[in-house]
């Protein structure tokens, strides 16, 4: 089992920069990618970015481009995901979550969640 805890989001204004964190606990040592996804109201969740377990695999979904950058650090086994630039459509309830599948985005294929974390981007 791993526990996954989120912190950082909160209410920001459009072109403003958050930083969300996820700690991980438990049985670390099975997990390959540390990914965030999203959840904005009425819709289904959706895949954000996913990093690997040496930090040498990054992958982006093609709206956060250039303006979100996810890193971790194994020693915190922790994941973080920085978000600049931030526009009113990135608002939504954003989750961590791991797989143990290399180079994964597939929100099928994350083993284990996190409770969500509230990012709020006002105009």
């Known amino acids: 089992q791993v526990q996954l805890v989120e912190s950082g989001g909160g209410l920001v204004q459009a072109g403003g920069s958050l930083r969300l964190s996820c700690a991980a606990s438990?049985?670390?040592?099975?997990?390959?990618?540390m990914g965030w996804f999203r959840q904005a109201p009425g819709k289904g969740r959706e895949f954000v970015a996913a990093i690997s377990r040496s930090a040498g695999w990054t992958y982006y979904t093609e709206s956060v481009k250039g303006r979100f950058t996810i890193s971790r650090d194994n020693a915190k086994n922790t994941v973080y995901l920085q978000m600049n630039s931030l526009k009113p459509e990135d608002t939504a309830v954003y989750y961590c979550?791991?797989?143990?599948?290399?180079?994964?985005?597939?929100?099928?294929?994350?083993?284990?969640w996190g409770q969500g974390t509230q990012v709020t981007v006002s105009t």
């Open positions: 438990g049985r670390t040592s099975s997990v390959s990618v």
């Open positions: 979550a791991t797989s143990s599948r290399f180079g994964t985005r597939y929100e099928s294929e994350y083993d284990y």
